[in-house]
């Protein structure tokens, strides 16, 4: 397995991929930005397939079904946010708002789907996490980035034309006391610079 290290204020970073498959806040929030902008959704934008979230999908299934004979959908659930999200989008493209598009300014946009730590975390001790993402459209994916309580931001660059995740992460805090483990993702698409939408992972280092 192919590493890159990178060292900043007493934190290794080590990367390399591998095979997991998480779950995470962004395709979530995106199912819910792109009800929202077709009225089916009236809530906050949360990150969460909370009771109304998932209400709000079974009336846009209702609707597609109805309108569009031989149309099928999996009902709404976390573990479906993913497809609903490129789903939502491809089924009216003209009419969506495409709310992360929107919200990057951009023509292809990476969505993370989730950073998890796995195992205990120990002070100077080296612990496994694994940071998943995909993208959609023309995107460059540059560097996959992490940061302790949303500081002290360390990147790590991911090979060329590498498309989604996931990665595993093996990390070695310094220091004892609980964090918050931040990810997110840096890519390029149409000749800009663009910062996906981040995820996070608390962690209690012992």
């Given at each position: 397995m192919t590493k890159i290290v990178v060292v900043l204020s007493g934190c290794l970073l080590a990367v390399g991929m591998t095979g997991a498959v998480w779950a995470g806040q962004a395709e979530n929030s995106c199912v819910q930005g792109e009800l929202k902008a077709l009225g089916y959704y009236t809530g906050e934008i949360t990150g969460k397939i909370d009771p109304a979230t998932k209400a709000a999908g079974d009336a846009y299934v209702a609707y597609m079904t109805a309108a569009n004979p031989g149309w099928q959908q999996a009902l709404l659930s976390p573990n479906e946010a993913?497809?609903?999200?490129?789903?939502?989008?491809?089924?009216?493209?003209?009419?969506?708002?495409?709310?992360?598009?929107?919200?990057?300014?951009?023509?292809?946009?990476?969505?993370?789907?989730?950073?998890?730590?796995?195992?205990?975390t120990l002070a100077a001790q080296p612990y496994e996490a694994v940071f998943d993402f995909y993208s959609l459209g023309d995107v460059n994916i540059k560097a996959a980035c992490f940061a302790w309580n949303a500081k002290d931001d360390v990147c790590a660059p991911l090979p060329e034309g590498m498309k989604k995740g996931p990665i595993r992460i093996s990390l070695t805090t310094g220091r004892k006391g609980d964090y918050i483990l931040v990810g997110y993702v840096k890519y390029d698409s149409n000749g800009k610079k663009f910062v996906s939408p981040e995820t996070s992972f608390r962690i209690s280092v012992e």
């Amino acid at each position: 397995m192919t590493k890159i290290v990178v060292v900043l204020s007493g934190c290794l970073l080590a990367v390399g991929m591998t095979g997991a498959v998480w779950a995470g806040q962004a395709e979530n929030s995106c199912v819910q930005g792109e009800l929202k902008a077709l009225g089916y959704y009236t809530g906050e934008i949360t990150g969460k397939i909370d009771p109304a979230t998932k209400a709000a999908g079974d009336a846009y299934v209702a609707y597609m079904t109805a309108a569009n004979p031989g149309w099928q959908q999996a009902l709404l659930s976390p573990n479906e946010a993913a497809m609903w999200c490129k789903q939502l989008v491809a089924d009216d493209p003209k009419k969506m708002s495409s709310f992360l598009e929107a919200a990057q300014g951009s023509a292809g946009l990476v969505l993370v789907r989730g950073l998890s730590v796995e195992g205990p975390t120990l002070a100077a001790q080296p612990y496994e996490a694994v940071f998943d993402f995909y993208s959609l459209g023309d995107v460059n994916i540059k560097a996959a980035c992490f940061a302790w309580n949303a500081k002290d931001d360390v990147c790590a660059p991911l090979p060329e034309g590498m498309k989604k995740g996931p990665i595993r992460i093996s990390l070695t805090t310094g220091r004892k006391g609980d964090y918050i483990l931040v990810g997110y993702v840096k890519y390029d698409s149409n000749g800009k610079k663009f910062v996906s939408p981040e995820t996070s992972f608390r962690i209690s280092v012992e």
